[in-house]
């Protein structure tokens, strides 16, 4: 199943080239870019583990590139995706998320019905990547 | 078959290329900016005309290499290693060899870290800041500690080297330092010779150079020399550079703020003086004279 979160996610994947330009575009805002990668992209998940410290200060998406495929070398089998964190006064939140990799499967997720007292059902979405045993998840 | 049909269509007008890209400017500001410097000028001249055919020859689809553009500035204290980097980066800049044409200027402390793991992070920390634009790694030869093997500065040039080699449209390292030491250390490190192109070595300057850099620093700063403080200062310099740790241009800069602060005082020590916008311009004789260089001349002068 096709994860569709963050932005583009509902276009094709982004060419490395096009991801270049929408990192030049961060960068000439003033953003600072960061990497970010998870096995779980669980919507709830909003803390996905980072790649490196977020790139402050720099002026081409060059440098992005670099890190990212050398992320991808580590992760390639994971979700990665890129965060552009604006800094200026009022702001100070993440103004654009997109997507970068995603793994060679998606596993998606499942609907959990849970029935609670009165026959009422409250409903869970779990992720299949999170049901891998130990030692398979990570690493 | 392509390629023949580019060379007999499209004809190229190089001045129309040349001021297209606006590099006469910056290399006429060189020339009047900086004093002296023939051979450096001649070279950046050079590698600027070789750059301008390059272009036009991607243009043409005659070559698709990016041409190696890391540099050596090797040169005494002084000479204007640092000044001519933020120059070439421009020039680098209009012809579209480097995207976005800053300069990032670091030394040794900003590459190499403090324990294990830290130096890697760091020098690509500073590469990312640098990708687009050009690194100038002053006294490049503090990388290299031949004393110590578990100098973490190797691991710094070795990443730098993978750099320089794997991504070469993204960034132009510049390495500067002092002549002799700068030899010492591309000797120990083969890798980095070969990988730059070009090694330019920086003079130093002559008297009437250096009088006419003071003269040019004085203009930018509205101060001026009396006649008297100028003849003055012709024997200062004359002094200074048979003196240990002269370094040409920087030593004339300060010695001029050194001579700012006597004329300052001596104008002060006079309080009911009514001064003229000349006096506070120019420094006299008794400014220059002062210096400690003229104090030590004096008892070999006396014993002589």
Known sequence: MRVTQGCFSFLPDLTDEQISRQVQYCLENGWAVNIEFTDDPHPRNNLWEMWGLPMFDLRDAAGVMMELNQCRKVYGNSYIRLSAFDSSHGWESVRLSFIVN????????????????GRNIRYTTRSYAADRPEGRRYG | MDMDTADMTDTVNLREELE?????????????????LVPVKTRIREIASLLLIERIRKRLNLTSEVPTLHMSFTGNPGTGKTTVALRIASILHRLGFVRRGQVVSVTRDELVGQYIGHTAPKTKEVLKKAMGGVLFIDEAYYLHRPDNERDYGQEAIEILLQVMESQRE??????AGYGD????????????????????????????????????????????FSADAREAFIRYITLRKTQPLFSNARSIRNALDRMRLRQANRLVADLDRVLTADDIMSLEASDVLASRVFLKDKPTAGSA
């Open chain 2, 181 to 224: 030491r700068m030899d010492k250390f591309f000797a120990s490190n083969p890798g980095f010779r070969s990988r730059i192109a070009h090694h330019i070595d920086f003079p130093d300057y002559s008297e009437p150079e250096l009088l006419a850099i003071a003269e040019l620093i004085l203009r930018d700063m509205n101060y001026k």
């Open chain 2, 170 to 175: 993204d960034l132009v390292v510049i390495l």
């Open chain 1, 102 to 117: 995603r793994p060679k499967e998606e596993p998606g997720f499942r609907l959990e019905r849970h029935e609670v007292a």
């Open chain 2, 20 to 36: 297209a890209v606006g590099i006469e400017e910056i290399l006429t500001q060189l020339d009047r900016e900086l004093i002296g």
